[in-house]
């Protein structure tokens, strides 16, 4: 999930200052008409995509390497296990679990992994490459919230992904697979010293792919876009090693792998972003795209109980915001109405809990939801540009 927006241009600047193998946090996506030469003059295209060369555009970039970026084009056939892998043509992508668990007792708990791959202004060298990467994890449980962020230059050894078998890591960060596929795997991770977490995860359905086959378009009447697909039937038991002690855990989750050149346009204010895992064992992703000067654009997909895969387009779904709530002193919309009257469903997405707020260098609201109405289960929001 999920997408990607102009801030990731701030993340690519402050990623240059990033020389170390790793960084540790202590807290608790023709272009737009209204987009700049200079940004469209990153994104162009490599290797077995589409290629035009960028050239320097004054004489502050001669010291700075030329650098070529694949286009995300419509006609692509994303593949497996390749395309599990990392795409470095391109300057931004990530791998992004969200899982909705609960313990013996029935406590839920939302946990969140990802490791962003993307790449920056800094020099390669025969120590590292141009490659960074940012992890972030993130756990609730009702009540608390934790979370952590770390920071990785490629070509260094301690974060990338590799792909015989499937793993994922930025230092002892880990999902780990059996094979060069993803599932069965075990994810590991601990955050900032007050938290374990061990799960294994298992699926028995296939992949999912966004919008066209993959080709997920992020506004109106624009080549910005990405190759998006997801795994949203993961079954997952394991450990959780909590400040008050261990539990089993045990539920669903969701995986989006997600990569693109092309940002969003600088009018882009951020997107609004919805996972849900419904009890009847049906699946649905949603995002908004919020501009400052178009109406909000809405896509999304329907995984019905059969398995039957139905792209959404923005005519066919109905979102609002239901309330607003202060967190971390922003107003944010954490309560929804959707509707998708052609699948008769009518739902309020309402926060497992209020605090939720992921406050990296990259800040975000990320956390667990509750789904009620004509249609009840769990699932994930991924609020930015608030």
């Known amino acids: 999930m999920f997408e990607f927006l102009a801030k990731y241009l701030l993340l690519l600047i402050l990623a240059t200052s990033v020389a170390a193998c790793s960084k540790y946090s202590d ?3 023709s272009a737009d008409d209204d987009e700049t030469p200079e940004s469209e003059a990153m994104f162009s295209g490599l290797s077995r995509y589409s290629v035009e060369q960028q050239a320097p555009q004054n004489s502050d970039d001669t010291n700075t390497p030329n650098k070529t970026f694949a286009n995300v084009i419509p006609g692509y056939n994303i593949t497996f296990p390749f395309d599990h892998g990392s795409h470095p043509e391109f300057a931004v992508e990530w791998w992004y679990i969200t899982a909705n668990l609960t313990d013996e007792q029935d406590n839920p708990y939302a946990l969140q992994w990802t490791l962003f791959r993307f790449v920056s202004n800094t020099q ?28 990785a230059r490629g070509g260094v050894g301690n974060a990338g992904i590799s792909t015989a078998p499937f793993n994922a890591f930025i230092d002892n960060w880990q999902w780990l697979a059996q094979s060069s596929n993803m599932f069965p795997s075990t994810l590991e991770f601990t955050i900032n010293t007050q938290v374990k977490v061990s799960l294994d995860f298992t699926t028995d359905k296939p992949f999912v792919k966004h919008g066209k086959q993959g080709f997920s378009r992020k506004l109106r009447n624009s080549e910005q876009a990405s190759y998006y697909y997801s795994q949203p039937h993961i079954q997952v038991s394991g450990q959780l090693e909590l400040p008050t002690g261990k539990v089993q855990v045990s539920g669903n989750a969701w995986f989006d792998h997600e990569w693109t050149s092309q940002y969003l346009s600088p ?35 329907f995984v019905t109980t059969n398995g039957e895969v139905v792209h959404l387009t923005e005519q066919y779904i109905q979102g609002k ?38 406050p990296g260098i990259f800040s975000y609201y990320e956390g667990g939801t509750i789904i009620s109405g004509s249609h009840s289960g769990v699932g994930f929001i991924e609020l930015t540009g608030y």
């Open 27 to 29: 807290s608790d996506v």
């Open 267 to 301: 009018l882009a204010q951020g997107w609004d972003w919805f996972s849900i895992h419904f009890d009847d064992g049906a699946k649905l992703m949603l995002f908004n795209m919020r501009h400052e000067q178009a109406v909000d654009y809405w896509s999304g997909t």
């Open 321 to 358: 915001v239901s309330k607003w709530d202060k967190v971390e002193g922003r107003l944010l919309p954490l309560y929804w109405s959707i509707q998708l009257p052609k699948q008769q469903i009518d739902i309020q997405i309402a926060p497992m809990q209020t605090e939720q707020w992921n």
């Open 124 to 151: 390669s060298t025969p120590w590292a490459n141009a490659q960074q990467y940012m992890g972030h994890v993130g756990l609730r449980d009702g009540k608390q919230a934790w979370f952590e962020e770390r920071f």
